[in-house]
């Protein structure tokens, strides 16, 4: 009897490891089809993780979507593949991926289209190329941001928040009210957006420059919107470093204290429109009749305001003239080298030789 009994029990171990080797073998095809993928037919979902979204979050909605055959089972692929930085943005998910496929590509900043677009401002652009620029990646049209721009009232209405609107800003004659206004920069907008909130931040960016020079602004000798309306001919003219801009800045300076005509170029090819993409520098130079208030040939001081966005650097510029003599500079052609001069016979010999109408 005692023999018989010890066969039976040697029985009971054996009975578990089979069970339990039936049991792994189970979960092994269990998780091995678990982690395959849902269909082998292409089905293409689009998947969206948001900022803030949990692990559990994205596998649920993964889940929800047929795109993962099981929560706990991917849980743990997640964790022994070290798959957890999910990117936030818009996926392109198929159902004919595999589990690791779809949680690589949602590792992936890459993969991830995102809802928002960067817009770079450059230094010298002009209002309506900026627009345009906005207009090709975001639901804002050129039309609507241009208009809002001339909005005075809602223009006005900003007053207490940036510092440099001022009245000055709307005179008769200015085309643009911003021109001028909008500070160079890289700026991230959504695409889904407004003209005034893709206006603000624009000008938010304009109002931190300005408070970095708001005391050189106050110890100027002209206004804010002249500040800004030189700072865009020197930015136009100019170019070359911190010296050269500084010592524009001053020849206009001493121009507009000795009541002489700015005579600036560039303030024609803003009066005629002058299109950068297909017009040549000379159409500006041969033009100095061109009737308008901005042709600084026909009136004097400065024009009725910006003619485009001058930069940081232009703006220090302007706010920190080279005192000097010279009254005159020309721009060597083929070098772009800046030569100043005190008297138009000295100016007359320059562009002599550094000016060729021909290139």
């Known amino acids: 009897m005692t023999k018989g009994r010890r066969k039976k029990r040697s029985l009971v171990p054996l009975l578990i490891v089979l069970l339990l080797a039936v049991a792994c073998v189970g979960s092994y095809i269990y998780y091995s089809t678990s982690i395959k993928a849902v269909s082998n037919e292409s089905s293409e979902v689009e998947f969206i993780v948001n900022t803030g979204d949990t692990t559990n979050d994205i596998l649920a909605n993964l889940k929800q979507e047929g795109l993962i055959r099981d929560v706990n089972i991917a849980k743990v692929y997640v964790r022994f593949n070290q798959l957890s930085d999910f990117k936030s943005g818009t996926f392109t998910l198929n159902q004919n ?63 207490d928040t940036y510092p440099f609107i001022t009245d000055e800003m709307f005179q008769d004659n200015v085309r643009i009210y911003l021109e001028g206004y909008i500070a160079p920069n890289t700026y991230e907008f959504y ?7 893709v206006t603000l931040k624009m000008l938010d960016q304009t109002k931190v420059v300005y408070e970095m020079n708001k005391d050189a602004i106050e110890r100027s000798q002209l206004s804010i919107h002249q500040l800004y309306t030189l700072a865009s001919i020197v930015q136009y003219e100019g170019g070359g470093d911190e010296t050269t801009l500084r010592t524009i800045a001053g020849v206009f300076y001493n121009r507009l204290n000795q009541n002489m005509l700015l005579q600036s170029s560039v303030t024609v090819c803003y009066a005629i429109d002058f299109d950068r993409q297909t017009d ?13 208030p901005y042709n600084t040939y026909l009136h004097g001081g400065l024009p009725p305001g ?21 009254l005159y500079f020309v721009a060597d052609t083929k070098t772009g080298e800046v030569f100043f ?19």
Not at 143 to 158: G, Q
Not at 191 to 197: E, G, L, R, S, V
Not at 313 to 324: G, H, R, T, Y
Request: net charge negative; charged share 25%.
């Open 97 to 159: 991926m595999d589990l690791h496929t779809i949680l690589t590509t949602l590792n992936s900043s890459a993969a991830a289209a995102s809802d928002t677009v960067s817009v770079t401002v450059t230094e010298g652009d002009w209002a309506k190329h900026i627009a345009q620029k906005i207009s090709e990646v975001t639901n804002v049209s050129s039309d609507d941001l241009l208009a809002l721009w001339n909005n005075r009232e809602w223009i006005s209405s900003l007053k």
């Open 191 to 197: 695409k889904d957006t407004t003209a005034q909130d």
């Open 280 to 292: 040549t520098w000379q159409a500006c130079e041969v033009n100095a009749e061109f009737d308008s």
């Open 306 to 326: 910006p003619i485009e966005n001058p930069g940081e650097k232009v703006f220090e510029a302007v706010l920190n003239p080279i005192p000097s003599d010279y």
């Open 341 to 359: 001069a005190k008297t138009l016979e000295e100016h007359n010999q320059n562009v002599k030789d550094h000016v060729d109408l021909n290139d």
